[in-house]
């Protein structure tokens, strides 16, 4: 058997590290389809000092108060992924636990420097639109 070569070693490591990569890739799910244009929500659907995420979309929607309506994006500002959870008065990015308000979108706690971008979130009748 004759040693290994650096150019062997080189090419074991790259494979290594190759399989290592297509491992990660397996393991991740598929990336959520999107709608990047308007939503629209039962106002009902809304919790009275909460929020709901709205799956498809790029927004969550939120009431502070009964009857007010705010919207905000869901790319969170931390390293973008999108904030996925409302609980109570706080969305939640569970990538890295950043916490924003749901009054205003500005940041409670974590890893992210700024608040959610705005959306614009209008009632009318029993439903909320929400728009960029
Ligand atoms: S991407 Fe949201 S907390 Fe890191």
Known sequence: MTPATRRDLLRTGGLA???????????????????????????ADVPVGSGKILEGTNYVVTQPT??????FVRACPHAGCDVSKVVESEI???????RFSISDGSRLSGPATAGLGKATAKA????VSITA
């Open 17 to 43: 590290a190759a399989g290592v990569g297509a491992t990660a890739l397996v393991g991740c799910s598929a990336p959520e389809k999107k709608t990047t244009g308007p939503a629209e929500v039962a106002a």
């Open 66 to 71: 009964k009857g007010s309506f705010c919207a």
């Open 92 to 98: 939640i990015c569970t990538c890295h636990d950043s």
């Open 124 to 127: 009318s009748g029993d439903k």
